[in-house]
């Protein structure tokens, strides 16, 4: 890849076993047509059986058909193989709570470089954030924005859309008051909240003017008074969004969602740096600030 680009992929749930890593890895290579990328992710610390080519494989009755085999220490010896082999310029991790980021730090040879979760103003995830930049685990935050498009993907894995939580960061009254104070929208207030904590965010949008107005919040800077009120919003667990009880036949707690490899661009200018990401007919921002990279 160009020496200005960094590109993602995730080995999926289906992929949980050691002697999967580099198969999934070498598919997304073939796809984007790379050698090697420069981050490759468990997307998931819980596996799901292979059957085929369905990432979601789900039995008769529809519920998922987990892998309870998966072991994260052997998994992630094959990961730091992928980096040895020239195929990863790093590796990392998505989903993963504070206990299995530590049992994996404490076998690895090549720590986590990344950790990507679920956080937004109403699940800030404050703990694992600190106890990620004690181990120099840079966070990348999904749903930054809350997750409008969750029952269509809740619906898509055969989940149940009735268990999904009414939480909506973009109508909070106290973004929206934000939002007016500074003359930007919502979505623009969480996404600056977000940035100005160190965390880059992908946000989902494929409207065209949305994207653009996720580029467009660098401008500002929240205040002591701003970041105070939007801090107290922060419901801890109560505030996640994605939950275990969505998806039918999944034990344990809810730890993310899996999703097929997906190519993401940064670019680098003077103030930040801005990641676009090309899935489908999906276009995904990440946003950090530089000094943060």
């Known amino acids: 890849p160009p020496t200005n680009n960094i590109i993602f992929v995730q080995l999926p749930m289906v992929g949980l076993q050691a002697d999967k890593v580099e198969k999934y890895l070498n598919r997304s290579l073939a796809a984007l047509q790379l050698t090697y990328v420069d981050l490759y992710l468990i997307h998931f610390p819980c596996g799901l059986e292979e059957k085929g080519e369905n990432l979601f494989p789900q039995d008769e009755s529809g519920n998922l058909i987990l892998d309870k085999t ?24 998505s989903n993963f709570n504070a206990q299995q980021i530590k049992r ?7 720590p986590p470089a990344n950790l990507q979760v679920e956080l937004h103003v109403f699940f800030q995830q404050k703990e694992l954030v600190a106890f990620c930049k004690a181990l120099d685990i840079t966070v990348v935050a ?17 989940g149940d859309i009735k268990s ?15 939002a007016q104070k500074h003359k930007k929208s919502p979505a623009q207030i969480l996404l600056r909240h977000i940035v100005q904590r160190g965390i880059a965010v992908i946000p989902k949008s494929a409207n065209p003017v949305r994207i653009k107005e996720n580029f467009d919040f660098f401008d ?4 002591d008074q701003d970041v105070n009120e939007l801090s107290a919003l922060d419901r801890g667990k109560n505030g996640r969004l994605f ?12 730890r993310g969602m899996a999703s097929q490899p997906t190519k993401v661009s940064f670019h680098a ?17 990440a946003l950090v600030e530089k000094s943060y990279v």
């Open 142 to 158: 999904y749903a930054p924005i809350g997750s409008p498009g969750i029952y269509e993907f809740i619906e898509k894995v055969g």
């Open 70 to 93: 998966t072991e994260h220490v052997s998994l992630w010896k094959s990961m730091e193989a992928q980096v040895d082999a020239g195929k990863a310029r790093s590796i990392g991790l």
């Open 220 to 223: 500002i800077s929240l205040d």
């Open 269 to 285: 200018n003077k103030n930040r740096w801005i990641t676009g990401t090309l899935d489908g007919a999906s276009y995904r921002t």
């Open 104 to 110: 994996i730090v404490k076998s690895a040879r090549i």
């Open 164 to 178: 999904i939580p009414n939480l909506s960061p973009l109508n909070d009254p106290v973004v929206v008051k934000i």
């Open 243 to 254: 939950s275990s009880a969505m998806l039918r036949g999944w034990e344990g707690e809810r």
